[in-house]
């Protein structure tokens, strides 16, 4: 196996939602039955699920992209805009809308692919510098020390926190800085083509994995061991 410093790739970036966390199963019913009782509003699951299918088609419509510009550049900015998309779902009541946004930023809510811990670890155990630049309106290490890797990132970059966020190249440019490498020696691994792929304008190679996810099937993160030069046989089945 070669050391970090005898390949091209010295250093793994990651996205974070998509790439190493599942951001597709957030909202259950059950968990929106429990934040609502905890806002003081009753629901069954069955009234739940149709709250989360109602909420989710208008977020996610294409014509809201406009709507949610800049929402990930401070705590305050994601909070009034997604609780103000919420709301206009509905519309629904503030306690209700709470109720919702707590299931987004709840931070137990976030599972990670069947392989991301394991490249993660193997990566670290290889002395390979490892971050997270994420595009994202709270704080997430919560996540990664509760899955028991937070120790294993050299790097967390939230956009949230320097006030970039990708497509912009200068938020890459912070989280190599943070790495201490030039981008050209930084492989990010991201899902989206715009907003990840945009970390080749910025220099760095860049690994795209495919839109379609499961949490319950691996990501195909094995891939990044290879191209950083760690060989994956002995810390992740392939």
Not at 4 to 24: K, M
Not at 101 to 128: F, I, K
Request: net charge negative; hydrophobic share 45%; with cysteine.
């Amino acid at each position: 196996m070669s050391g970090p410093g005898e390949r091209g790739v010295q250093a793994v970036l990651f996205d974070f939602a998509g790439t190493l966390f599942d951001d597709t199963g957030v909202f259950t019913a059950s968990r929106l039955v429990a934040k609502a009782g905890n806002r003081g509003v009753r629901l069954d699951e069955q009234v739940a699920a149709t709250l989360i299918r109602r909420t989710l088609a208008y977020v996610d419509a294409p014509e809201r992209s406009a709507a949610k510009e800049g929402c990930d550049l401070s705590p305050d900015a994601h909070r009034r805009i997604w609780t103000g998309l919420i709301a206009d779902a509905g519309p629904f009541e503030p306690p209700l809308v709470e109720a919702l946004y707590d299931c987004l930023t709840d931070n137990d809510a976030w599972l990670p692919y069947p392989d991301a811990l394991p490249v993660l670890e193997a990566l670290s155990a290889a002395g390979v510098p490892t971050g997270v630049l994420s595009n994202i309106g709270w704080d997430i290490r919560p996540v990664f020390e509760r899955t028991g890797v937070l120790d294993q990132l050299d790097a967390v970059v939230l956009s949230c926190e320097v006030g970039l966020a990708k497509p912009d190249p200068a938020v890459f440019d912070v989280a190599c800085e943070r790495l201490g490498l030039p981008a050209g020696r930084v492989l990010f691994v991201g899902d989206d083509p715009v907003k990840d792929g945009a970390a080749a304008r910025a220099g760095l190679p860049v690994y795209l994995l495919p839109s379609e996810r499961d949490v319950r099937v691996p990501r195909g993160l094995t891939g990044v061991l290879r191209l950083a030069g760690v060989e994956s046989g002995r810390a992740v089945a392939a």
